[in-house]
């Protein structure tokens, strides 16, 4: 290919378009001149290497006409790179335009010097850049400081010896607001890029220059401003004050955009302002802009409603009698629905509840199964939430039931075990939950129909005769079934001991002897040894009272929240994970970083979840915790190459490549947005941290339990935990193995 | 920030590619086509691949591609592609493939003015039409004006050019409000509300200053109606009152701090058309029909319908393109129809029977009934019962009951000045369950 490539650049071919093109070129006629030029963009815009007619186009370069020259300088920057030395005939002109009389030309001129990315261009850049950085025109100096930037990211050292930073912080002063914006834009991207320059600080005065400019800008530089002003840390709370006095007006932009970087300034300044009738105001000020959002562009609108998830975790009172516009459009997209239905979940609370549970009654009814499942899940989660509620849910759940449609039914099922972990007295719906047992094909949906099955065995009078049914089945089943099974048939048998001693000896014999799983096999010795030696401890361990669960709504953890919220409206928001995680190298490793951080939060509140997670962390599990997590990731990932390769091509791309605009094979890992992967983020965090010892929920409950259990602790000290854990099983399918796994290491 | 820009068609054929950074490169465009266009499992209008990220709207029959790297502001990227959609549209009528190819160069052009290094520049349409036009601008006449272009795509009134004059000072002002619904099967409204936009047509000399008012309950505070402005406009039946405005949006013209103090819009206009606000309303919205439906799923192989719509405005108003969208099910063979008003056909494309009344008059109620027949299928699925829609457009009505109180324009030569005002309801998402 590139030699082909190379050959036809080297021929100079006698016909073909090419020759039509050069002959066009150097008519003697301006408007077949300019026509040619415009057909040589038109073929570089469909990936045709015209890149030899470099000597022809640049002759067009002197011209009066303002459109031909942009064309010319167009194919200029495209081509610049494979004619570095052709490059420089067209510097002359460049510097005669950046003194023409016309601002309009002086500043195309210094717009494009800096992209053509040209080493020895650099050298020529020097003056003219100098010279227009001081432009009368304003609309000159808010290119040129941009051209900073550019020149920056080409040749560091030559910018700062050049003192062109210093200038560019000079410009903030401007009188001009555009100039201002571009100079602050161009001198934020130095610094992400080479932070060691430290060329935006902000002071206290340029602070004043800085939010009289934000009056007058325009939308993007709003932006601009918006979000230095953002990152600046007020030194007093009095300065905070002023900042959000002075960016909340901004709240009515009509740009979403400007609306989302006030609500991000304005939501972190406000938190060095100690005065709580302040904050109430803006957060009460800040909710209606937030709302309008919903109805942008439903693009915009998601970025937006992502964001508008996040400040619920943070603050969840702002939106609370909202809950109507973010009830579902049936033309939405899937997106938007499914990111709705989270936002709903969290802003319902006991006045709101019953048109929400309405509300997703009725979503339960349509046809994408994706969503269907989300709002079934939503009822649930609402249930527990809500308590006053739980009623009417379990009641639309069961009309639910009744539709008959498979993964309706499924979903209901989970969704109802959730409750029973939360409210007792629901037994009563036992027998019309058992009626749906044949039409269950999940492992999670069998799962919990059995757990729910073992735990009210008593209540149930053919409890026997269901569970009998699964033992039959017993090799048949997914993993997570099995040990469902199993721990529900011992349930049976310690509650009903009389009736059930043959099942529990069949399922206890298949689940060791002709069971190749080490999970199933281990933890069928375990409640093997348990019966045999003491039925009562035996009791007082499988059927050890219950913690309650106290949420199903997932949450993201303090520390990662904490570092989101500066992320507000960029993809980090959007994504509900930190930048390094999903952008390419490295994204495992802040997740796990994330999830350590929040394990030991909550160690020093909970002391016995910190010894499980001091084994983590110190790396006695760690291989296998490593690995789960990783797996996990990859799941959610949508499983492509792993990041480190696809980092290969990109880093390794050449300047030949720019050249010749062949493909380069790689199958770049795909981060799949949120709300696309069915599972989404929220889940696999939470199957992180599952893996990561009892954070969150779980660990919860394993304070509340152990109560229960503190009379058994001397005895079987070891194996209590994990006994416990098994009768209580996690919703979270992934994390549950490998937290049994770091159990079993006590 | 934005690395580059593509344009693809529906086909996923390159339209346009600009790149304004060095790390946007010829292939990214491949693997958005691969990855995006030719992958229907894509639901998301985000994607990211290793560091870079692309982020897609869709226009007409055009996808309108922002390519990124890093931790890039999403909010501002979508916000931006969509600015390209509505400059686009100003300058060619419609934004779509046959525009773009037609008017390559200037697409360019633009996305060379409005970016820089993948910054937005100044995306004023009306500024931009100053130096970029279809026919282009030659230097020697851009020559005096270039000064005056330039300071005024960077002044602090970028959107307003010096010394503009007209013979006849005329404001024209249209209240256009879209009037969402949602009602249950069970009759209950879940969901009105009201977004409603204001135009405004400019056509004043000069640098007017402009005071805009209305009956916005906390410009009036929280009983003061004023009954001097509110004689002669019969339109409102319901405007006894005031009305209470959830949110605003204002056009970067209106001063934001004078908004927050006294809620009083004052701002200098730009010449011609523009969006001056953009308002929220969900108290006591006005809806302007009423629709009662009855549908029966008789058996497996026949639906009833009897839907009835009953106008709810004053019988001197009548409502136009009334458009009823009546779903039926996936696998209807055939449908019968009776109806009182307007014309009704099956559309087998939409899935649903279109009902069109021309004009609906004040208080009238019309009626359908109709029967859709059903093919037997083999697999039963249950039918999802989309809601039936609506749209319609009605003349001097607003559903939130907003009303324009007053435009006063301030000039220094003190002219006088015409202005018109308009009022129009549409239907945003207008639907009912069933």
């Known amino acids: ?53 470099f000597p022809d186009v640049l002759k067009n370069i002197a011209t009066p006409d303002l459109d031909q020259k942009k064309l010319v300088y167009l194919y200029l920057m495209n081509y610049a790179k494979s004619h570095p030395d052709l490059c420089i005939l067209a510097v002359n002109t460049f510097v005669q335009d950046s003194e023409d009389p016309n601002p309009l030309v002086r500043a195309l001129a210094i717009r494009t010097m800096g992209c053509i990315r040209v080493d020895k261009m650099v050298d020529y850049m020097e003056e003219p850049l100098r010279k227009t950085l001081k432009d009368e025109s304003p609309y000159v100096r808010k290119t040129a400081a941009l051209c900073v930037a550019k020149l920056f990211d080409l040749n560091p050292s030559l910018c700062i010896e050049n003192g062109f930073l210093e200038t560019l912080q000079e410009m903030v002063g401007d009188s001009n607001p555009m100039v201002v914006a571009n100079s602050v834009t161009a001198l934020a991207e130095i610094t992400e890029a080479a932070p060691e320059t430290k060329a935006l600080v902000v002071k206290s005065h340029s602070l004043k220059k800085l939010m009289l400019a934000l009056n007058e800008c325009t939308e993007w530089g709003r932006i601009t401003i918006l979000t230095t002003l953002a990152d600046y840390r007020a030194v007093d709370a009095k300065e905070a004050e002023h900042i959000c006095e002075r960016v909340s007006p901004q709240f009515q932009h009509v740009n979403p955009s400007v609306v989302l970087a006030a609500v991000k300034a304005v939501f972190l300044h406000m938190q060095q302002i100690d005065n709580n009738q302040l904050h109430a105001t803006y957060l009460k000020k800040m909710a209606p802009p937030l709302v309008t959002l919903v109805s942008s562009q439903p693009e915009v609108q998601y970025v937006a409603l992502r964001n508008i998830d996040l400040l619920l975790q943070k603050q969840p009172g702002i939106l609370e009698k909202e809950m109507r516009v973010f009830f579902c459009k049936y033309n939405d997209p899937p997106y938007l629905k499914l990111t709705k239905l989270e936002i709903m979940v969290r802003i319902a609370n006991s006045s709101n509840v019953d048109q929400l549970l309405a509300e997703l009654k009725e979503y339960a009814m349509e046809v994408d199964m994706d969503f269907v499942r989300k709002a079934v899940r939503a009822i649930g989660q609402v249930a527990i939430k809500i308590e006053e509620c739980a009623e009417k849910a379990v009641n639309v759940l069961l009309e639910l039931i009744n539709t008959k449609v498979g993964y309706v039914v499924q979903e209901v099922i989970v969704v109802i075990k959730d409750i029973f972990r939360r409210y007792p007295g629901y037994e009563g719906i036992i027998p019309t939950l058992c009626q749906c047992i044949d039409d269950l094909d999940e492992p999670n949906a069998r799962g919990s129909l059995i757990w729910i099955v073992g735990e009210y065995a008593e209540k149930i009078s053919n409890a026997d005769e269901i569970l009998a049914g699964f033992v039959d089945g017993f090799s048949e089943e997914f993993v997570q079934t099995q040990l469902q099974i199993l721990t529900a048939v011992v349930k049976l048998f310690l509650k009903k001991p009389d009736e059930s001693q043959a099942l529990v000896q069949k399922v206890l014999q298949a689940a060791t002897a002709e069971n190749d799983n080490p999970d199933i096999r281990d933890r069928a010795y375990v409640y093997w040894r348990l019966l045999s030696s003491d039925p009562q401890v035996a009791k007082n361990i499988v059927l050890s009272s219950r913690p309650q669960i106290t949420s199903t709504i997932p949450v993201l953890p303090g520390p990662l929240l904490d570092s989101l919220i500066p992320n507000l409206s960029s993809l980090a928001s959007v994504y509900q994970k930190p930048p390094q995680a999903f952008l390419g190298k490295g994204r495992s490793s802040a997740l796990q970083a994330a999830a350590i951080e929040e394990a030991r939060e909550n160690a020093r509140e909970n002391p016995i979840a910190a010894a499980a997670v001091s084994a983590a962390v110190a790396g006695t599990s760690a291989p296998q915790g490593a690995n789960h997590a990783e797996n996990l990731l990859d799941i959610d990932f949508d499983g492509a190459a792993p990041a480190s390769m696809q980092n290969a091509p990109m880093a390794g791309a050449s300047g030949l490549e720019g050249l010749a605009g062949t493909p380069i094979a790689g199958t770049p890992a795909r981060v799949a947005s949120p709300a696309f992967g069915s599972t989404g983020a929220g889940g696999g965090m939470e199957d992180l941290m599952g893996v990561f010892g009892d954070s969150g929920a779980p660990a919860v409950v394993q304070s509340n339990g152990s109560n229960g259990m503190n009379d058994l602790m001397n005895g079987f000290g070891d194996m209590d935990v994990s006994g416990g854990h098994s009768a209580a099983p996690s919703g979270q399918s992934g994390g549950k193995q490998t937290k049994e796994d770091l159990l079993g290491l006590f | 920030m934005l690395s580059g820009v593509l344009l ?223 004689t002669g406009k019969k339109a409102h039946r319901a405007a006894a009152g005031s009305v209470t405005l959830e949110d605003v949006s204002l056009h970067q013209c209106v001063k934001l ?75 209807t063979a055939n449908t019968s129809h009776r109806i009182s008003q307007g014309k009704a056909k099956y559309e087998p494309s939409e899935n649903a029977i279109v009902w069109k009344i021309a004009r609906f008059t004040g208080q009238a109620e019309y009626v359908l009934s109709a029967e859709a027949e059903l093919s037997a299928m083999t697999t039963q699925k249950a039918w999802s019962r989309p809601p039936l829609s609506m749209q319609f457009s009605l003349l001097m009505f607003t559903s939130s009951g907003l009303l324009v109180r007053y435009l006063k324009v301030f000039e220094k030569s003190n002219y006088s000045s015409v202005k018109w005002v308009r009022y129009m309801t549409r239907a945003g998402s207008y639907e009912i369950r069933f």
């Open chain 2, 8 to 230: 693809f068609n529906q086909k996923g054929e390159l339209l346009i590619m600009r790149a304004f950074r060095q790390d946007m490169r010829p292939r990214l465009a491949d693997v958005f086509r691969i990855q995006v266009i030719s992958n229907a499992q894509i639901r998301s209008p985000i994607l990211t691949l290793g560091s870079t990220t692309f982020s897609h709207i869709r226009s007409e029959n055009i996808y309108i591609v922002g390519v990124s790297k890093g931790n890039a502001n999403s909010a501002l990227v979508f916000e931006f592609l969509y600015k390209l959609v509505s400059l686009g549209k100003s300058y060619f009528g419609r934004f779509d493939e046959e525009a773009v190819k037609s008017n390559f160069v200037l697409v360019y052009e633009l996305l060379d003015e409005i970016l820089d290094f993948g910054y937005p520049q100044n995306t004023e349409t009306e500024t931009l039409k100053m130096y970029i036009t279809t026919e282009g601008v030659k230097s020697e006449r851009a020559m005096e004006d270039a000064s005056k272009i330039t300071m005024q795509a960077t002044g602090a009134l970028s959107w307003r050019k010096d010394n503009i004059k007209y013979r006849k000072n005329e404001a024209f002002v249209d209240v256009i409000e879209d009037v969402n619904l949602l009602v249950s099967a069970s009759g209950t409204v879940l969901r009105a509300d009201v977004n409603g936009q204001i135009e405004m047509k400019a056509y004043l000399s000069g640098t007017p200053e402009c005071k805009f008012g209305l009956n916005d309950r906390l410009t009036l505070g929280e009983n003061g109606t004023d009954p001097g402005n509110m």
């Open chain 2, 257 to 331: 701090s004078n908004f927050t103090n006294d809620r009083t819009i004052s701002f200098i206009p730009p010449d011609g058309s523009f969006q001056l606000m953009t308002y929220r309303s969900t108290e006591n919205v006005n809806l302007p029909f009423k629709v009662h439906a009855i549908v029966n799923e008789v058996g497996k192989s026949k639906v009833e319908y009897s839907i009835a719509i009953r106008a709810n405005y004053g019988s001197k108003l009548f409502a136009t393109n009334v458009v009823v969208r009546i779903p039926t099910p996936l696998n």
């Open chain 1, 1 to 53: 290919m590139a030699v082909n490539r190379l050959r036809s650049v080297l021929a100079t071919p006698r016909k073909g378009e090419t020759y039509e093109l050069r002959a066009g070129l150097v008519s003697q006629y301006a408007w077949e001149r300019k026509e040619s030029i415009q057909k040589t963009i038109m073929s570089m815009t469909l990936g045709k290497d015209v890149s030899a007619l």
